[in-house]
């Protein structure tokens, strides 16, 4: 099993930058394929981006390409969502979410896959 904490939410002027981290708890984080959602007010959730084992396939959601970049450190157990130029419509509860993943196998935007949900942390983006 594996804990997930995330940090680094709050309030952010839109054209600013944040960075979202989540860290994991266990020995076999390597394992384990991320992905990072979100939900805003009276929305259902929805994919951000995702990133593989080892970290060497990334993709994200078409409203966020070429401003949020997904990243790893797996001898920190800490996955990062980094946050540029961020948009009012950005504003969110964010999750980051775990998936054990099979060789090379490749879950993305898949919530349904995903086993293990952090708590969430909240993204304020001021116009």
């Known amino acids: 099993q594996v804990q997930l904490v995330e940090s680094g939410g709050g309030s952010v002027q839109a054209g600013g930058s944040l960075r979202l981290s989540c860290a994991a708890s266990g020995r076999t984080f390597s394992s384990y394929a991320m992905g990072w959602f979100r939900q805003a007010p009276g929305k259902e959730r929805e994919f951000v981006a995702a990133i593989s084992r080892s970290g060497g396939r990334t993709d994200s959601a078409d409203s966020v390409k070429g401003r949020f970049t997904l990243s790893r450190d797996n001898t920190k157990n800490t996955v990062y969502l980094q946050m540029n130029s961020p948009r009012p419509v950005d504003t969110a509860v964010y999750y980051c979410?775990?998936?054990?993943?099979?060789?090379?196998?490749?879950?993305?935007?898949?919530?349904?896959?995903?086993?293990?949900w952090g708590q969430g942390t909240q993204v304020t983006v001021s116009s």
């Open positions: 979410a775990a998936k054990r993943a099979l060789g090379s196998a490749w879950y993305g935007a898949k919530q349904s896959e995903y086993g293990y």
